[in-house]
């Protein structure tokens, strides 16, 4: 059978590597044993599959290949954040990211190469979107960075977030197989709680994950809460606007009883007024929620400026008044452009998959 013949191992379920085996006139539960070498163990080849006898490894050689990720080029920065470079079978580039603080290391992962959705203050979204990424490219990223904390920081990986490139609701199953590989006690067996999906809020997916009875947490790439002005800054709100928004969210609230997190950006002269502050208070009391006012990162000489610490102490200041909880988050990676917004930024890596 030709290297072009052979099929991805990890594209088959379970009870398909069963089917394999039995066909094969094999035993039943070498599938099972095969299954925990490719998602439990993160093996990235046959020969390490030590409990598989040789004749087994190389009937698997033959039928079967392991499309794992690479590592193409690995950014430190100086407060210790990691961003990978990662190479795809196809040679296509992603970029991932280990972000570390005092109490948790986060990977904050792609789920699309390139993205689609023409947000005008992100990188990602200069990049056209050329396909969505399989969920053990997924699953890989997280690995290498888990790996990556363990080398590095001498730490486990406490925390996934979906915030890399990509729109994840755009990717809907491959992204909910990821994480079920991810949480799964025969994947890497982490809590779901600890999983975020980050999307600019699509509000048929919202209520297909609410129907889906996810566990993980959901947070929404806000950036205001008056419609003129967020369409400005993100096309999608035009097909769906705030209105649609909330009433999805309500509805995801309804079946899954869980928070949400607003993430916000507060730009000079866009929406770092009052009035957009109190559009925002009154836009989290739809259910409950709180704020992440996450610090710009510019790219290039883009149009948009963060604003002034005065703005963005009038909005925490609003926020608290009405009991809603606001944090400010700074920056992590800003010096290898690993920070939200700048994926796919200036890294020459990312070049390759404009051409």
Known sequence: MGESQK????????SDLEEFFVAQGEKKFRAKQVYEWLWNKSLKNFDEMTNISLATRDLLKQHFEINHIQVDLMQHSQDGTIKNAVKLFDDKIVESVLIPT???????????????????????????????????????QVVAIKEEAETYFQRPLTNIVFMGMGEPLLNYNNVLDAIDKITSPEGLGMAPRRITLSTV?????IRKLADDEVKFNLAISLH????????????????????????????????????????????????????????????CKII???????????????EFRQAKQEAVDMYVRILEQQGIIAKVRKSRGQDIDAACGQLANKNEVAELTKI
């Open 102 to 140: 005092n109490k948790r290391i986060t990977a904050c992962v792609s789920s699309q190469v390139g993205c689609s959705l023409d947000c005008n203050f992100c990188a990602t979204a200069r990049l056209k979107r050329m396909r969505n990424l399989n969920p053990d490219e997924i699953y890989d």
């Open 288 to 302: 409950p929620s709180k704020v992440n006012i996450i610090q710009y990162n510019p790219i290039d000489e883009g």
């Open 224 to 283: 205001s809460a008056i419609n003129e002005t967020r369409s400005r800054l993100m096309p999608i709100n035009d097909s769906s606007p705030l209105e649609e928004l909330a009433d999805a969210l309500k509805y995801w609230y309804q079946k899954i009883k869980r928070k949400v997190t607003y993430e916000y950006v507060i730009w000079e002269g866009v929406n770092d007024d009052e009035r957009h502050a109190k559009a925002l208070a009154k836009f």
């Open 7 to 14: 099929r991805d191992i990890r594209k088959l379920s379970l």
């Open 201 to 205: 809020g699509i509000p048929k997916m």
